[in-house]
């Protein structure tokens, strides 16, 4: 038990003293769709996609190109990440450009938002389905009191009313169904043009080239997380510069 609260305290003293990240949800406030770049060896919906990726060079590359954030995908089993790859991350592009960086991950536990604010990331992950009553408005105050910010996801108008409950928090709506895997842009279509106008709202899953992230300008997002193609691109530069520049259209 000593032993514990002992890598817990270093943990909390870790998290403490971190370097101070550039602002998550401020990078994503632009004229243009944002796009948020993810860093991504495997999936379960599409099995491998790049195993050696070499995620500090692609960061690099996508901060570059012009991608407004980047998100690392840190859980293991089924992408294939890990803490390492977001530490990596952070080094490479403070080397090269200033990037918010988003953990993703299952994240359930304060330990893991420590975690995530030691290793470099500026926001976290929370999945609104995944969270009971309180456990996620209970998880985003904690993320909040150790300077870090929060991605709220959400599928239907129940979750969406729950994370709107949260006033700093960016909110990401999830075209696929964590259940089926399925893909299906009437989610964001639905969901997106009811989210307050001052909240910065993006668009999760299904956009695989700039038309994707035209469709997702016309539902109201502010911004697209992008993960498969760029991951699975031989020239992640190029695949973000295809991206960027679409602009923002007016939501609610």
């Known amino acids: 038990m ?10 909390e003293a870790a998290a403490a003293g971190a370097p101070v ?3 998550f949800e401020a990078a994503l406030r632009r004229s ?14 599409k099995g491998e996609i790049n195993a050696s990726l070499n995620v500090g060079a692609r960061a690099v590359e996508y901060v570059g190109a012009g991608a407004a ?5 840190t859980e ?8 390492d790859d977001l530490r990596a991350v952070r080094q490479a592009v403070e080397s090269a450009a200033v ?10 536990d304060r330990i893991q938002l420590l975690q995530a604010r030691a290793a470099g990331a500026s926001a976290a992950l929370l999945i609104v389905r995944a969270l ?3 456990h996620m408005e209970s998880l985003a105050a904690e993320a909040r009191a150790i300077g870090l910010e929060v991605l709220l996801e959400v599928r239907d108008e129940l979750e969406l009313a729950r994370a709107l409950t949260v006033d700093y928090a960016v909110i990401g709506v999830n075209n696929r ?8 842009d009437a989610v964001s279509a639905r969901l997106l043009p009811i989210i307050p106008k001052e909240r910065v709202a993006v668009f999760e899953s299904g956009v695989a080239d700039r038309a994707g992230v035209e469709r997702a300008a016309a539902c109201g997002a502010d911004a697209v997380l992008v993960g498969s193609m760029l991951s699975a691109s031989t020239d992640g530069a190029a695949a973000v510069r295809a991206l960027i520049g679409v602009p923002r259209q007016p939501r609610g």
Not at 4 to 11: N, P, Q, T
Request: aromatic share 4%; proline share 8%; net charge neutral.
């Open 132 to 134: 009971g009553p309180g």
């Open 76 to 83: 293991p089993t089924r992408f294939g990440g890990s803490l």
């Open 69 to 73: 954030a980047l998100s690392v995908l």
């Open 99 to 108: 990037a918010p960086l988003l953990r993703k991950d299952f994240i359930v």
């Open 21 to 23: 990240v550039p602002g």
């Open 177 to 184: 169904n964590l259940e089926t895997l399925v893909i299906d």
């Open 2 to 11: 000593a032993s514990v609260r002992g890598e817990l305290a270093e943990l």
């Open 32 to 45: 243009d769709v944002a796009v948020i770049a993810e860093l991504k060896k495997k999936s379960p919906s």
